[in-house]
């Protein structure tokens, strides 16, 4: 194992800037074989990605975390094969009554929702039902693809809300959008006026919708 650099270092800043040139053409060169095979196509985009990541955790001295994301690519590689891999393979939570999890798109979605609300409370001095019903209001089309079915919109905002801000949330990716939301947040009530963090607010709102209008 190599010796950790320093943030500072040179042969840091070397691997970072390679590390970004490689995953960002990663995701723009396209495929020879992609009209054909476009799913195998993106997923080869990740494969190269995961790489790129082992690639600088192994420059920075993380051998062991590089192996991780190696077996990770080799995973996807596979199933750009149409070869099945144990870590792809799907285990079944149990949840409540059997239900089946909703997806990660849609939890991430229901984060950056909640998120935005908190933003528009803080910003706005507004009550949390205020908030919900106003929000409800404008864009109950676009939120209805978050809702299990029979399920009262502005009721499951509430949950959710709850849910985030206690951790409740089984959903990591979700989580982790939401605590780096709200980490901002904090920031934001040092530096910004409340006017300037209620039109955050309203931005993350605005972006969710457009998410959840585009689920399928």
């Not at 320093?6 to 070397?14: E, I, P, R």
């Amino acid at each position: 194992m190599t010796d950790n650099p320093s943030l500072y270092d040179d042969g840091f800043l070397a691997a970072w800037e390679t590390f970004a040139d490689e995953v960002t053409l990663a995701f723009k060169v396209g495929a020879s074989d992609e009209a054909e095979r476009p799913l195998a196509a993106e997923q080869t985009r990740y494969v190269v990605a995961s790489m790129a990541i082992a690639k600088l955790l192994k420059a920075v001295g993380q051998d062991e975390t590089a192996g991780k994301f190696h077996l990770l690519a080799e995973a996807m590689q596979d199933v750009v094969e149409g070869l099945p891999h144990p870590l792809f393979s799907v285990e079944r939570p149990k949840t409540a009554g059997g239900r089946r999890p909703d997806t990660s798109a849609v939890w991430r979605t229901r984060s950056s929702l909640c998120a935005g609300l908190e933003y528009l409370i803080a910003g706005g001095n507004l009550d949390q039902d205020i908030a919900i019903n106003l929000t409800a209001k404008k864009y109950r089309t676009q939120f209805a693809k978050l809702l299990r079915p029979g399920a009262d919109l502005k009721t499951s905002i509430r949950t959710w809300m709850k849910s985030f801000a206690t951790d409740a949330v089984q959903n990591e990716v979700a989580l982790s959008n939401y605590k780096l939301s709200m980490s901002g947040l904090s920031a934001a009530k040092t530096d910004f006026s409340g006017s300037a963090i209620r039109q955050a607010g309203e931005r993350l709102i605005a972006a969710a919708a457009e998410r959840a209008a585009r689920l399928p």
